[in-house]
């Protein structure tokens, strides 16, 4: 089966600039999440999605990050305005609904100067 | 609060003996715990999952122990191949909520090298 998708592998903006992110889940896969994983840390969960439904944003920086996952399948990232601090890999991860381990894609590196 | 402790940030062993990844962990209410593997620039790779009605599973060269009293879990990789050089996380779940969400907490990760 193919993998989950990511785009664009690799970004570079300013601060304060916006980003975006795309992921494309495992077919079939209900359930969609978004990690941030900053350097030298473990991946932490930003938003969770079960079909189009939101399940768990309770990390997810309202005030600037947004995320929306279209017919319950492919899902964007957005970061407006970005800080610093936001400099980390994005990893988008999908799941069957249920008792089963997540499925990473590659990750979107995002540095922010 | 880190609910997922991994201590020691990197391992080296020889080829063909056996590495020991450890773990911690400070919420009870886990009832689910994976092991993650991961090459540089890729995602994180699913190794080997335990839940808690367990205290051991095995998959091949890898064996996953949990001692709930202590809070800890073990990695056991035997024999080690210079293959498994990566970054091995750490992470737990509560299941018992709803059964559905899945959440993962994952711990910051040991850097294992496995020298020829």
């Known amino acids: 089966e193919a993998g989950v998708a990511q785009s664009p592998r690799y970004k570079i903006i300013e601060k304060r600039q916006s980003v975006a992110f795309w992921c494309n889940p495992i077919?079939?896969?209900?359930?969609l999440y978004w990690y941030q994983q900053i350097l030298g840390q473990g991946p932490k969960l930003l938003i969770q999605?079960?079909?189009?439904?939101?399940?768990?944003d309770s990390q997810l920086p309202k005030d600037r990050f947004s995320a929306e996952r279209l017919k319950g399948v492919d899902s964007t990232l957005k970061i407006q305005p970005a800080k610093l601090e936001d400099s980390a890999v994005y990893l988008c991860?999908?799941?069957?609904?249920?008792?089963?381990?997540?499925?990473f894609g590659n990750g979107t590196r995002l540095t922010v100067t | 609060d880190q609910q997922v402790k991994q201590n020691s940030p990197s391992l080296s062993v020889q080829e063909g003996r056996i590495s020991i990844l450890n773990c911690d962990y400070t919420?009870?209410?886990?009832?689910?715990f994976l092991w993650y593997k991961k090459y540089p620039a890729e995602g994180p790779t699913f190794l080997i999952s335990?839940?808690?009605?367990?205290d051991k599973n095995e998959d091949g060269r890898f064996t996953v122990f949990l001692n709930k009293s202590a809070k800890h879990l073990s990695l056991h990789i035997v024999p080690s191949q210079p293959g498994d050089s990566a970054v091995y996380f750490c992470?737990?779940?509560?299941?018992?909520?709803?059964?559905?969400?899945?959440?993962?907490?994952f711990g910051t990760g040991t850097l294992l090298a496995v020298q020829p």
């Open positions: 999605f079960q079909n189009n439904g939101v399940v768990d």
């Open positions: 335990i839940s808690s009605i367990k």
């Open positions: 991860a999908s799941s069957p609904q249920g008792y089963s381990p997540l499925h």
């Open positions: 992470a737990a779940s509560d299941l018992g909520y709803g059964g559905a969400t899945n959440k993962l907490i």
């Open positions: 077919s079939g896969h209900a359930t």
């Open positions: 919420n009870s209410m886990f009832d689910y």
